[in-house]
């Protein structure tokens, strides 16, 4: 064979071979939060369950900071490649807009929605002892004690405007009472005050009280979300007790990607993501960290959560009495 007609046999072979296919560049889970946490551990176990889904490479990328407004930001301003993701809370969405004077993004116009991932809520924990010596057996005995002996019932909380202030700050309203907000800038210390009973309640995220509670050092006496939590079936709401059936509120995360991210990305991570969700291997995981496993029917109800509960996080902050900063 010539030189030159070996030349085109080579160049219509080349031609005629598909291109090999690109590895995907790896995937960034964005997490708002320090390394250590709920969220943190939450991000953890999605990677580890996407990764072989997707085919890909997945890695946590802790952006902490701002109350969850740092991590936030970088997912808005990544680029819309489906490279990124990130899992921001209700409290980042819904209620930041109205704490702050300026915002370094906004929700409806930045991000969009991809699917919920969990749900969970505020618990209200009491300790174990001082709750049999007076007799709270539920929340109703102790909101009769705290209308007895007004102030006199401390409850810790994570800090101004965090959702178990305000989740607190809600209660106190619609049952018409007053309970002595303590502000605390950990779990772990509020759990030893608590057990130590230098105060008497404590509002806080599951994965802090229901280890105490399984010890037998607290009680916990109702949960904030509207009806009772799968993780916690035989603990109430607080809309059982009478008086408090509007009181429904929920500390969710969301998984959200750059508003300009194609509809095909969208669809192939809310795919695998729901695929990883369903499986009970991956609700048992989460089980310890205080959430329920759940997802959205599509991105647009995703969506519609985002303006749905945003009004009623406005009601929350303007009854808290919480200062924009």
């Not at 090999?20 to 946490?37: D, E, K, M």
């Amino acid at each position: 064979m010539s030189p030159r007609l070996l030349r085109r046999t080579l160049l219509l072979a080349t031609l005629a071979t598909p291109a090999l296919a690109q590895p995907r560049r790896p995937l960034r889970i964005v997490v708002p939060f320090p390394p250590g946490g709920a969220v943190d551990s939450l991000g953890r176990v999605l990677a580890d369950r996407l990764a072989p889904v997707l085919d890909q490479q997945v890695i946590v990328d802790n952006r902490s900071g701002g109350g969850g407004l740092i991590g936030a930001d970088a997912v808005a301003k990544a680029p819309p490649d489906g490279t990124t993701l990130g899992i921001i809370g209700a409290a980042t969405l819904c209620a930041a807009p109205f704490l702050q004077q300026s915002m370094p993004f906004d929700v409806a116009r930045d991000f969009r929605a991809v699917t919920q991932i969990t749900d969970s809520a505020v618990l209200l924990a009491v300790n174990a002892q001082v709750a049999q010596q007076r007799g709270w057996t539920d929340l109703a005995a102790v909101l009769a004690w705290a209308r007895a002996n007004p102030g006199a019932f401390r409850v810790a909380h994570a800090g101004a405007a965090t959702v178990s202030h305000l989740a607190m700050s809600a209660l106190v309203t619609a049952a018409r009472t007053e309970f002595t907000l303590v502000p605390y800038r950990g779990g772990a210390q509020a759990a030893t005050d608590l057990i130590a009973g230098t105060i008497e309640g404590s509002a806080d995220l599951p994965s802090a009280l229901i280890p105490q509670a399984e010890a037998g050092r607290v009680r916990i006496l109702g949960t904030s979300s509207g009806t009772r939590l799968a993780l916690l079936p035989r603990v109430p709401a607080f809309a059982e007790t009478p008086g408090l059936q509007d009181i429904d509120i929920r500390s969710w995360n969301m998984i959200l990607v750059p508003a300009a991210t194609p509809e095909s990305e969208v669809a192939r991570l809310g795919a695998a993501i729901r695929q990883v969700a369903e499986a009970a291997a991956f609700r048992e995981a989460l089980r310890p960290l205080g959430y329920d496993a759940v997802t959205s029917a599509s991105p647009a109800a995703a969506a519609q959560l985002i303006r749905d509960e945003t009004p009623r996080w406005q009601r929350l902050v303007q009854m808290s009495g919480a200062r924009v900063d």
